[in-house]
């Protein structure tokens, strides 16, 4: 997805602080040397996000003292969480490059999407900034699933250009979220057209709407809209992540079929139980390095 991983900013806004230097650099490396001579670069970069970005690492500390008394013997780290996310961005461009066939992948559920698929009445697939959810495409490309995907296209263009030279194109239709709500549109002619919309109901942007949950012991604000366009749009919902389970190993879950017509604080509230399930069994995995309960 394109999300802002900018490590210094309290709020997330949906854009990418990537250089167009560093990800050819890094796509040189898993094309020429190999992943793992990108992961080794790793070992470079990550101990300055982890003296110098005080505004993420502060949003870790709040992260990881809510998880410690859901689970109290996790082992939790910066290191570890930056870590990952840096292995995580290499792995989707290295799967984007036409590399998928080196890395393992284990699926659990895929079933549910087959027979929501196979309804014809389209779907809604919901994650969250957990894992590495975009590789959840090329896994589900293989049952030729029809995906349209909900997201920011903010990158800048310097990153997109290069991303569009040296990797493949995406595995799923992309609906942009537009200020106008024309997304909405898409987002139904997508529906009728049987296929799976995947959003990620983790993230709100300002001046959206919202619902509170608990997560994690505290209330923190959620996006309505995933929810509220299931139930408007009367389609079925599975909860879907992608995570990390080994060196160059990764393991998808989706949740069976929510039928049609559950309420959206229905929705709403399995789906935060499912996120939370999902963030205690892979705490490192975590990727909002931002002020998510607004703490201040």
Not at 10 to 29: E, M, N, V
Not at 63 to 89: E, I
Not at 148 to 171: F, G, Q, W
Not at 290 to 295: G, I, L, M, R
């Amino acid at each position: 997805m394109k999300e802002d991983y900018s490590l210094a900013n309290p709020k997330w806004s949906g854009r990418s602080k990537g250089t167009a230097f560093g990800y050819r650099t890094f796509i040189f490396l898993f094309k020429h040397v190999g992943i793992r001579a990108a992961y080794a670069l790793l070992h470079c970069v990550v101990p300055w996000y982890v003296i110098t970005a005080r505004a993420s690492n502060r949003a870790l500390r709040h992260f990881f003292a809510r998880v410690r008394s859901r689970s109290p013997n996790v082992r939790l780290s910066r290191m570890r969480s930056y870590m990952f996310l840096g292995r995580s961005l290499i792995d989707r461009a290295a799967v984007r490059a036409g590399l998928a066939q080196r890395y393992t992948f284990t699926t659990n559920g895929r079933e549910h999407l087959r027979a929501m698929a196979d309804a014809g009445q389209g779907g809604l697939v919901i994650s969250a900034h957990v894992g590495n959810w975009e590789l959840a495409s090329h896994l589900l490309r293989e049952n030729d699933l029809r995906l349209s995907v909900v997201m920011l296209d903010e990158e800048h263009e310097a990153i997109k250009r290069t991303l569009e030279r040296n990797t493949e194109k995406p595995a799923a239709h992309i609906i942009a979220l537009k200020e106008d709500l024309s997304h909405l549109y898409r987002i139904n002619a997508a529906l009728k057209e049987g296929r799976l919309v995947c959003f990620n109901g983790d993230r709100n942007l300002p001046g959206a709407r919202t619902l509170t949950g608990d997560l994690l012991g505290s209330p923190a604000e959620f996006p309505m809209g995933p929810f509220a366009v299931a139930f408007s749009m009367r389609v079925p919902v599975s909860f879907a992540f992608v995570v990390r389970t080994g060196p160059m190993a990764y393991g998808f879950s989706a949740t069976s079929p929510i039928p049609v017509g559950t309420s959206v604080d229905d929705l709403f509230k399995r789906f935060v139980a499912e996120l939370e399930r999902t963030v205690i069994a892979h705490p490192s995995q975590w990727s909002n390095f931002f002020d998510f309960w607004n703490d201040g």
